[in-house]
């Protein structure tokens, strides 16, 4: 019996689905917003910094441009250049794989 209802779906129509995906979205925004403003100077309730993924690409990728890709595995010249983003203490620099090239 449920599975002919599963499979006809007649109830899934396209005002459902786009009504749905209004509400998941408006109640994301409303979470996300929220989170930042419990997140006094950007550090989230938790301790930890927002967009701590973005920042360690990001000082990486300035380091890099600068002409210096080697410091972006260095932690002093790392915490260095994420500072300009972040005021607090990351964790770390990004460790990936020495290139094979």
């Given at each position: ?13 396209e005002?459902r ?5 209004r509400?998941f ?7 996300a ?5 419990l997140?006094p100077?950007l550090?989230d309730p938790?301790g930890?910094?927002?967009?701590t ?9 300035k380091l890099a441009?600068?002409g210096?890709?080697a410091?972006?595995?260095?932690d002093?010249?790392w915490?260095t250049?994420s500072?300009r983003?972040?005021r607090t203490?990351?964790?770390g620099p ?6 094979s090239?």
């Amino acid at each position: 019996m449920w599975s002919d209802v599963l499979k006809r779906a007649a109830w899934l129509d396209e005002e459902r689905v786009t009504g749905y995906a209004r509400i998941f979205a408006c109640l994301y925004l409303v979470i996300a917003v929220t989170w930042i403003a419990l997140s006094p100077n950007l550090i989230d309730p938790n301790g930890k910094p927002i967009g701590t993924d973005f920042m360690t690409v990001w000082s990486a990728g300035k380091l890099a441009l600068a002409g210096e890709p080697a410091a972006g595995h260095c932690d002093r010249r790392w915490r260095t250049r994420s500072s300009r983003c972040c005021r607090t203490g990351l964790h770390g620099p990004m460790r990936l794989p020495a290139s094979s090239a």
